[in-house]
């Protein structure tokens, strides 16, 4: 695929967000209401986008996610959005969520989830992206492999009408 502006890295759009859960974030159960860990999720996943491809991007849809454990009222939230596979107008995004332990700085995991993004025009028409994406690392190859497995099962699933 020609990139017309090259190859960025996924370290040039990784996103780092930090929240700290207050009451308004919570439910009866003094536990991260999940509706709101999605918004956070969709908004670092968007900005790692933008970075990516320098301009708008929208959210076509969201996968793999799961809450793996729960994070309750005073917790330091730290979402870490990386963009893993560059299409040519779709990229896709993985944030993973964690709880920062304060005593240690340790970071617990508690999701991560799969975003595709899709660069859009100012009528919200998808663009090319004009810059492609360098694997850089074991890591970083496993994941644009893994895309394009990924890629194939949504669109089956899309084609199976899920
Ligand atoms: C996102 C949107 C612009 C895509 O428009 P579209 O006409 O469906 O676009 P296309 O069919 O050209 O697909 C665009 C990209 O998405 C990919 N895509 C589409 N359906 C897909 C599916 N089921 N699985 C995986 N990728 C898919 C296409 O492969 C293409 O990527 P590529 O160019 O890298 O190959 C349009 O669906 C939209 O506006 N959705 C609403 C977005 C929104 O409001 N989000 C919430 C707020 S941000």
Redesign the pocket.
Known sequence: MGYSKGLKRSADSLTEITKLIQYRDINGQNRLFGGRLMEWIDEAA?VAAMRHCGGNA????VDSLKFKKGAYINDIVVLIAKVTYV????MEVRVDSYVEEKHTGLRRAINHAYL?C?H?DDE???LPIEYGLEPVGLTEKAEWEGAQRR?AI??HR?AEGF
């Open positions: 968007g929208v959210t076509l849809m299409g040519r107008t779709s595709t899709v859009v919200g028409r998808p890629i949504r669109k899309t």
